[in-house]
């Protein structure tokens, strides 16, 4: 049983390309979430899905976007990558939302390094 | 001023001894969370709790909702309790997760 599985684990990239991040759960979950995690910071929210077809924007969208393709698949995509982008990128998944009802369960990290 | 805090940052045991780690935060909440994150980077969910104590295995987590407090508790601590645990709540309005820093834990042999 897979998880929650992202791709890809490492990606560097140089100023101003674009790339997305891909997700996929398979314990049939209604909600995904993409978090950043920086060197002495909390987990930070980008984007969550409560569930198919709907996506809101978290504590640090700016510069990201999403996709929610289907109720396995939640993409995370950088139109135009800064360094600042640098980052540790988790994706987690939930049965439902809230989160006071439910656990998340994660992928292992993407990291990133934005020259 | 963070809304949860938690303590040590740091923690450096020997192998055997009894750990404690303390989260507070300053909101009202629906739900606590306590995470495992191993040096690999993988993230797993340890405890989800209201109110009261739970307890697996050698890992017991308390929460005390009038003084807006959780303790995360690992007996006969041993080195592959190495990592970082993460304090998290679930914001009684929002729904979101509001995170702590993490606490590093080192356990030597």
């Known amino acids: 049983n897979a998880g929650v599985t992202q791709t890809p684990k490492f990606q560097v990239l140089k100023t101003g390309q674009s790339m997305t991040l891909q997700c996929a759960q398979d314990m049939n979950h209604n909600s995904m979430y993409w978090y950043r995690q920086d060197p002495g910071m909390g987990l930070r929210l980008i984007y969550y899905s409560a569930s198919e077809g709907t996506t809101d924007k978290g504590e640090v969208p700016n510069g990201y976007n999403v996709s929610r393709l289907n109720k396995r698949e939640f993409s995370l995509r950088l139109e135009s990558a800064a360094p600042s982008q640098t980052s540790v990128y988790f994706c987690?998944?939930?049965?439902?939302?809230?989160?006071?009802?439910?656990?998340?369960?994660f992928g292992a990290g993407t990291r990133l390094s934005v020259l | 001023k963070n809304e949860v805090e938690q303590s040590p940052q740091n923690l450096t045991a020997q192998e055997g001894e009894f750990i404690t780690i303390n989260c507070s935060y300053s909101?009202?909440?629906?739900?606590l969370h306590w995470l495992q994150q191993h040096p690999g980077g993988g993230i797993v969910s340890l405890f989800m709790l209201s109110s009261g104590k739970k307890k697996h295995g050698r890992l017991i987590a308390t929460i005390n909702i009038q003084e807006k407090h959780s303790s995360l508790h690992i007996t006969a601590s041993h080195p592959r309790d190495s990592a970082v645990y993460i304090c998290?709540?679930?914001?009684?309005?929002?729904?979101?997760?509001?995170w702590g820093a993490g606490t590093k834990l080192i356990i030597k042999p």
């Open positions: 998290a709540v679930t914001g009684d309005s929002n729904y979101q997760l509001i």
């Open positions: 909101v009202g909440i629906s739900a």
């Open positions: 987690a998944s939930s049965a439902l939302y809230p989160l006071a009802k439910n656990i998340q369960y």
